[in-house]
């Protein structure tokens, strides 16, 4: 299911699929955020702005317009 | 040998550094932009070699004005600081995010050493990093393994260098980096570049727990508490300041007192005439009104480098961020505007951290708004003297609801001018955000102590110049005035005190008074009279703006001056009794609830402090700046008081 990682809830994994073309798009491909890298959505700031994800064991926080720039594919849930 | 010392920010770079250095440190400007660069040497063999540490960067392409000085420096050979060797810290728990660094400065092709720093957190988070293996893909680099914090691996990484002094490697043919403003070509580059590190990771990066799950940490959850994060926030700084206004009352005190006494004593062993007079009431006082700030600049950067350490101070930036962003700050704006509380000076050298040009500017310009400890003594005086000592609702001291009135008057002007100068300053960058939250360790006091003694030695040196000569001007001018005029009003007084048969005590107070009067001050005081009266004040309340401009709390003293009160017993009643009769030409009391109220919103916008204004010089590295702030700080002061005035008359 393709999101943008800003909509991803607290505690979930998803993977990279894209970054809009954007002034800060390098920027975040420097910090490892790359198609295939999977992140963790860690907590939110209390106005749920910014958030903080994990990429490869290091805390990253970002404010949610740069965090909707990121596309993602979060892993669907095995439905028994 | 000149050696470059780079890596992530994070990383213990700074640990690195004062590890190897000691003491041994300037803090400057690298040529032409505000960025801080320290210096360090260390003696190899006999050898002096310099350490240059550059702002930590993720890329060698910035994303802000101050990390271009690293793409600058390093692309290009003639470069006053262009390195001959090279030192990368990278952080093992991290490797991935900084081998994209190193492996870009690799390909400079400069003799190189990977610092393989934080063994511990490595060996923590269940890695372990394979040296060997690693160097088989930087076949050229040095690769030495360190814990700085606590100071392991010294000998190691000074061995490295000196074998690097002996016999550097060969310079490699440089892979170029890409044009500063393709992006296209950078963003091809970082994406072949991750290939390239995932390869070197999956060989050399032992993952001993495989399974680690990515977790959020109890403090975490604490300090980013949509209720518990801001309380724990509020008692740090309650804290923080708690100590500041209970201790850093000491060393200011015996500072005062110290330089007084000292000038008094050398001013009596002295020949008497107009270089004793400079060196005991110009020269001595000025140097005493610049280490004055220095006890409060010490624990406030004590303080702020202990949280930051930590790793606390960038969850209060994760925090506030979303709060101050409508106003053109930044989360990082909110340590630098809280320490200007106690004293805007540390409050304006903390925007360092600000990596936005334009948010830095808007919190440097606001920041003196935020009522500070040498607000106090003029708000304490003002309010005796014209607000009644009565209750409100039988609670609240109306006295005390005034003081708070001030502080709030002066944080909703920082915020709103804030919001303001976002529409006015032009910036070409989006700001943005994108920090890393580093993982929580216990401070190293050997780097709390260099920061605090960092931050001291450049607001002495380089404040405490235009500090010393603005004071010494201000002397020269309440001293000195039209010789013809000065000498008819001294004798005029030493008359009059004769007829009143004054004390000597007093007749010295009255000669003094007369003296101030016909000064230089004393005639700019008459000649701004026009310009005041809308403010309702008289000739005697200009006067003491002038010289207040020193520092706000000069205006009490320099009240006492005119109004002949002596300083040594209990100078604020007597001073209030002395104001309250006091009466214009017409008969009507000076200091009416009006003029006194008008007064204290004055103080509250004024940039009445000389050493801010140095110090906002430094750190913008012109003089248009501390201008602008004079101007629109002055005219809101103006135009605030005259509102006031006229609203309560």
Request: glycine content about 6%; aromatic content about 6%.
């Given at each position: 299911m393709s999101a943008k990682l800003s909509e991803i809830k607290n505690g979930n994994c998803a993977t990279v699929t894209s970054i809009e073309d954007s002034s800060i798009r390098l920027k975040l491909m420097e910090m490892?955020?790359?198609?295939?890298k999977a992140v963790t959505v860690l907590f939110r700031a209390p106005?749920?702005?910014p958030i903080a994800i994990d990429v490869n064991g290091f805390v990253l926080s970002l404010r949610l317009d740069e965090a909707s720039l990121i596309l993602v594919e979060e892993p669907s849930l095995a439905i028994a | 040998m000149k050696i470059a010392l780079l890596g992530n920010p994070n990383t213990g770079k700074s640990s690195v550094f004062n590890l190897i250095t000691g003491l041994r440190q300037q803090v400057g400007n690298f040529p032409g932009v505000t960025v801080e660069k320290k210096t360090g040497t260390l003696q190899i063999d006999g050898n002096t070699h310099t350490l240059i540490d550059f702002p930590g960067t993720y890329?060698?392409?910035?994303?802000s004005k101050d990390e271009q000085v690293v793409y600058s420096v390093l692309s290009?050979?003639?470069?006053?600081?262009?390195?001959d060797v090279v030192v990368v810290v990278v952080d093992q728990s991290n490797l991935e995010r900084n081998l994209f660094l190193f492996s870009q400065i690799y390909d400079l092709g400069l003799p190189t050493i990977l610092v393989l720093n934080m063994t511990d957190l490595a060996q923590r988070n269940g890695l372990s990093v394979d040296a060997d293996k690693l160097k088989t893909f930087f076949p050229a680099a040095h690769i030495v393994s360190t814990n700085a914090r606590v100071g392991m691996g010294k000998e190691r990484l000074m061995t490295s260098i000196a074998d690097m002094a002996q016999a550097a490697p060969e310079r490699r043919t440089p892979i170029p980096l890409c044009p500063i403003d393709d992006v296209t070509c950078q963003e091809q580059e970082a994406a072949s570049r991750y290939t390239f590190i995932h390869q070197v990771i999956d060989s050399?990066?032992?993952?001993?727990?495989?399974?680690?799950k990515a977790a959020v940490s109890s403090l975490d959850r604490l300090f980013v508490h949509p209720v518990f994060g801001y309380i724990i926030f509020a008692a740090i700084l309650f804290v923080v300041f708690q100590f500041i206004f209970a201790f850093a009352v000491i060393p200011m005190d015996l500072i005062d007192t110290g330089f007084a006494e000292f000038a008094g004593w050398l001013s009596l062993s002295m020949p008497k005439g107009v270089f004793s007079d400079l060196i005991c009431q110009g020269i001595i006082p000025g140097i005493g009104g610049v280490l004055v700030f220095v006890p409060q600049i010490a624990l406030l950067f004590f303080f702020i480098s202990i949280l930051e350490e930590t790793g606390y101070l960038s969850r209060v930036v994760f925090i506030m961020d979303r709060l101050m962003r409508p106003l053109g700050?930044?989360?990082?704006?909110v340590v630098p505007l809280m320490s200007s509380v106690a004293c805007a000076i540390p409050g304006v050298m903390a925007t360092?951290?600000?990596?936005?040009w334009k948010e830095r500017m808007i919190t440097i310009l606001v920041a003196?708004?935020?009522?500070?400890?040498?607000?106090i003594p003029v708000y304490t005086l003002l309010i005796a003297l014209v607000i009644p000592k009565t209750r409100i609702l039988g609670v609240f001291n109306l006295q005390g609801l005034v003081l708070f009135g001030l502080y709030t008057l002066g944080l909703v002007a920082a915020l709103l001018v804030a919001a303001l100068l976002k529409f006015i300053l032009k910036s070409r960058d989006k700001g943005f955000l994108m920090l890393e939250l580093p993982s929580f360790k216990s401070p190293r006091w050997g780097n709390v102590g260099i920061t605090v003694w960092e931050k001291v030695k450049v607001f002495i040196l380089d404040a405490g110049k235009v500090i010393l000569a603005i004071s010494i001007l201000l002397w020269a001018l309440a001293t000195y005035g039209p010789s013809e005029s000065m000498k008819k009003n001294i004798a005029k007084a030493k008359k009059e005190s004769k007829e009143l048969h004054l004390s000597k005590e007093q007749a010295q107070q009255h000669v003094a008074s007369a003296k101030m009067e016909s000064s230089y001050i004393g005639q700019l005081g008459h000649f701004i009279e026009p310009a005041i009266q809308p403010l309702g004040y008289d000739w005697k309340i200009g006067i003491s703006l002038i010289t207040s401009?020193?520092?706000?709390?000069v205006f009490v003293g320099s009240l006492s001056t005119i109004y002949a009160?002596?300083?040594?017993?209990?100078v604020n009643k007597r001073l209030i009794d002395k104001m309250r009769a006091e009466k214009r030409s017409d008969g009507t009391?000076?200091?009416?609830l009006a003029a006194g109220a008008s007064l204290m919103v004055f103080y509250v916008f004024a940039m009445q402090c000389m050493a801010t204004l140095a110090v906002v010089k430094r750190e913008t590295n012109s003089w248009k700046w501390p201008l602008i702030q004079i101007g629109f700080m002055g005219a809101l002061a103006y135009f605030g008081a005259m509102i006031t005035f006229h609203i309560l008359s």
């Open positions: 490892g955020l790359l198609p295939g106005l749920g702005d | 890329s060698l392409y910035p994303r290009n050979e003639d470069a006053e600081d262009y390195p050399s990066v032992l993952r001993i727990d495989k399974e680690k700050l930044n989360g990082k704006s360092r951290t600000i990596a936005d003196p708004l935020m009522s500070c400890s040498a607000r401009f020193a520092a706000r709390e009160v002596n300083e040594t017993d209990d009391k000076v200091y009416t």
